[in-house]
């Protein structure tokens, strides 16, 4: 990762760009001293309690240790007697106002907002009391999306317990508690997700040994749900970050949507993009959905596309079946929706998308999507998207798959620094590839997004053919598949629009 990273920085510099400028983008917040706790008398009897509206002065009593108040922040006017919008801490949606450098719960600092959803809210805070960064996901306060959060706690308490070690990359909850009527869940501080990476990369693509490691660990993730029986419901680029901007170990997040696979609550999951057909056709499902997601993301980490972009649900299944051909029938009639995409005869409803393109199933084969000539990659891929999930590949046998294991083969035991950069150097070995289509594309280099405000909730916008559903794609990315800047304003509706894959 860090070579990507320095032969890129060694462009920037060439036209202009200033280390100082450079260097911020590696920067990962340091832990600073913990802080003495003070009690409430103290804090109320010293000079800081000219800081503390009159709403402070009652409920700090409520915290028995004072870490931090956000003594110089902009606070909130909230009122003791107007319980309006909750005292005047939230909006009308039921969002806490965050007020940067002020406190949650009389330990935790505010710095910045990482991302927004229907949830709520996920902040970058600064935990006084241990000096670590973390971040905090403070969630509506509206009934609904609390007891969805206490679900999602329960998970992360339960992976917390079974992954002691922190061998099987899921994130990790440090805490969680209640503050001014929002429930708040405290974890780890990690980096950039694999989607801003993706977009840092140019929408190009990334070498399969990459790839290869990152699915590895995701694997670990998903064998350990699966052997507890869980369901992560909302695997995607976004939900899989860096812990560090210049590595490639990585963690698997967000649990709101997730379940017990005998505590199934909703019908309605996952990104569009990455839904399994099992979801999109009203069936029951279990854990194989995600290892279905888990296809479509590998896919997209080597193309730099969603290998299913479909606009909609139902140009979402022509998507798969352009690559996998009609389902079975026998598969089909157990689908409560089948109506919507099938006509009574069996046969797909045609479908039209936005730009007047109708897809032909089983007219390109994942080979010819993925312009790929690495047989392993393609075969595990494909192993991943299959119809029906009591056939799709489960993570244990996933792990022993030979594209996985060649990557093990390959380790050698306590590298010297400079054999680890010679790995690293083989690995995005660029100039020794050549441009021929009929092997592994070239992949640019990647320099790194700023790491803690790189996860904004993408906009609504228009998504760009890719390269699994255009031929004017293929001819504009040429031999090399190198995207060049007069794709710009593409690529920029098409990062912007990611929001609607989650409908």
């Known amino acids: 990762m860090l070579q990507y990273i320095r032969r890129q920085q060694a462009k920037k510099l060439a036209t202009g760009a200033s280390q100082e ?33 009159n709403y402070e002065r009652k409920e700090i009593f409520d915290h028995p240790s004072v870490y931090y108040i956000g003594a110089h922040s902009d606070k909130k006017p909230a009122t003791v007697d107007n319980s309006t919008n909750n005292h005047g801490y939230d909006d009308e949606r039921g969002d806490y106002l965050v007020v940067n450098r002020d406190h949650l719960a009389y330990r935790y600092e505010v710095i910045d907002t990482l991302g927004k959803g229907s949830f709520g809210q996920v902040l970058h805070c600064r935990d006084h009391c241990t000096g670590e960064s973390v971040a905090i996901k403070i969630i509506r306060n509206k009934k609904r999306f609390h007891h ?43 980096s950039i997700n694999l989607y801003e990476l993706i977009k840092a990369n140019g929408f ?15 694997l670990q993730s998903l064998s350990l749900m699966r052997h507890h029986r869980i369901v992560h419901c909302d695997l995607k680029p976004e939900n899989v970050l860096l812990r560090h901007p210049a590595k490639s170990a990585i963690k698997v997040i967000d649990f709101g949507s997730s379940c017990f696979e005998h505590e199934k609550i909703y019908t309605y999951i996952q990104s569009r993009f990455y839904r399994s057909p099992e979801v999109i056709l009203g069936m029951n499902y279990h854990m194989a959905i995600d290892m279905w997601s888990l296809g479509c993301i590998m896919a997209e980490l080597y193309t730099g596309f969603p290998i299913f972009p479909g606009e909609n ?34 046969a797909p409803r045609p479908v039209v998308n936005s730009k007047g393109k109708r897809r032909r199933p089983g007219s390109k084969s994942l080979a ?4 790929c000539d690495d047989e392993l990659f393609i075969d595990f891929i494909s192993k991943c998207l299959v119809w029906d999930p009591e056939r799709r590949v489960k993570p244990q046998a996933a792990l022993r798959h030979p594209f996985i294991t060649a990557g093990r083969r390959a380790k050698i035991a306590s590298p010297t620094p400079g054999t680890a950069k010679a ?47 255009s031929s004017s794609v293929h001819s504009t990315l040429g031999s090399s598949r190198t995207y060049r800047t007069s794709q710009a304003q593409s690529l920029s509706s098409y990062h912007s629009n990611r929001t609607m894959a989650a409908k």
């Open 204 to 218: 190009v693509g990334f070498t399969t040994g990459l790839i290869r490691r990152f699915t590895s660990q995701m």
């Open 148 to 190: 969805q959060a206490l679900v999602e706690i329960k998970i992360l308490d339960s992976l917390r317990k079974w992954d002691e070690d922190e061998k099987h990359h899921v994130i990790k909850m440090t805490e969680h508690f209640y503050f001014r009527n929002h429930l708040c869940i405290a974890m780890e501080l990690l």
């Open 423 to 469: 790995l690293l150097t083989s690995t995005s070995n660029f100039a020794s590839r050549t441009s021929k289509v009929t092997e592994t594309p070239k992949k640019s280099m990647i320099s790194a997004p700023t790491p803690l405000t790189a996860r904004t909730t993408r906009t609504n916008g228009t998504v760009p053919n890719t390269p699994s559903g």
């Open 313 to 346: 649900e139902q140009e979402q299944l022509s998507c798969i079946m352009e690559v996998l051909g009609v389902p079975d029938k026998d598969f089909v009639n157990r689908s409560s929706r089948k109506r919507l995409f099938f006509d009574t005869t069996g």
């Open 368 to 371: 010819q999507v993925l312009r």
């Open 21 to 53: 400028d450079l260097d911020a983008l590696l920067r990962f917040p340091e832990p600073i001293p913990p802080a003495a706790p003070l009690s409430p008398q103290a804090v109320l009897k010293s000079s800081q309690a000219q800081y503390l509206s």
